[in-house]
């Protein structure tokens, strides 16, 4: 979970490098798919920074915009993936539904493929 800037820093570059980017951050605009899941992916990382870290004050308002466009996000690749579920390294490898519980916890360098559910039993309440 990212409690700090730093956290939050290292957080990014240990997807950038699961994700074999070169580059510190992707295109503006683009037609390349891992620029899209990059640009997913850090929005899920500011997000969780902002919730943890930062808020309060105008904190708050600046979380909400991002929350709006993670949401946006979300919708236009599939991925449904909550805050503060997965450590650093996360890389997922192309687009398509991916839904991942909130209570689950995963740890550092996830791989996610498409049609990926990582959920819990209904009947149980215990993660799958």
Sequence with gaps: MIKSKEDYLYYLEADRISLGEKRKKPHIISIWEIDVIWK??????KAEYLHNCKSTGINKFYYKWIQYRLFRASVK???????????????IAHLGPIVVNGFAKIGKNCRLHPFTCIGIDGRS????
């Design 40 to 45: 997913f992916q850090r929005l899920l990382r």
């Design 77 to 91: 690749t599939g991925f449904g993936i909550p805050l503060n579920v997965f450590g650093p390294g996360l890389s």
């Design 125 to 128: 309440g215990r993660l799958q």
